[in-house]
């Protein structure tokens, strides 16, 4: 039986539940992340769907995607893409690229940020962030329910989740560790885009 909520078994419930979740504009939550990736080789962590991999397919861009979920790993490889079955915790290192992109996943990491911005800077110059900073499992009715289905990955419970001020905060603190500097590009839906530059 799997470890994993509903929602990360199937591609198809993903995709549904997350345009409930987006309001019908899932899909345009990744415009804001593709505009801003530059150079020719990207590297995108816990990739999820594969929306950021089809574009750079269409735009010559090298995509390399890691996630711990067998079934969007392989119905990534299905659709030809470079993609690696594999714990990012694992990784000494992560494969390098001109950007580095992490969708929704960094509330994952949180007792371990340290260490994932050390791998995030060696992996490439230029990283995107775009991370939930509006805990809709908080909610009532439909849209609350459909948020707690995503509450599981592996088995874990994954209660924590970033507000603005935490994520900024915490932003601030590993820039002043690491010396990178960080914007916010765009607040989109609930979803926070945030460019990390060395």
Not at 11 to 40: D, E, P, Q
Not at 45 to 58: N, P, Q, S, V
Not at 135 to 148: E, F, H, Q, T, Y
Not at 155 to 175: D, I, V, Y
């Amino acid at each position: 039986m799997s470890k994993n909520s509903l929602i990360y078994n199937n591609i198809f419930v993903y995709r549904l539940l997350m345009n409930l979740l987006y309001k019908g504009n899932y899909k345009r939550r990744f415009a804001g992340i593709c505009k801003l990736i530059f150079g020719t080789k990207v590297t995108e962590l816990c990739f999820g769907d594969i929306i950021i991999a089809e574009y750079c397919k269409t735009n010559k861009i090298d995509w390399k995607g890691i996630d711990i979920n067998e079934k969007f790993t392989s119905q990534a490889i299905k659709k030809g893409h470079n993609a690696e079955l594999n714990d990012i915790n694992r990784l000494e290192k992560f494969p390098k690229a001109d950007t580095c992109i992490m969708c929704g996943s960094l509330y994952h990491f949180n007792g371990s940020l340290e260490n994932l911005f050390s791998r995030l800077l060696e992996c490439a110059p230029r990283i995107i962030i775009s991370e939930p900073i509006i805990n809709l499992s908080n909610s009532k009715g439909i849209i609350g329910k459909i948020a707690k289905l995503s509450a599981t990955v592996k088995g874990q419970k994954q209660n924590f989740r970033f507000t603005k001020e935490t994520l900024l905060e915490t932003l601030s603190n590993l820039s002043a560790k690491f010396n990178f500097k960080f914007q916010i590009i765009e607040q989109f839906e609930k979803d926070l885009i945030i460019l990390i530059t060395r």
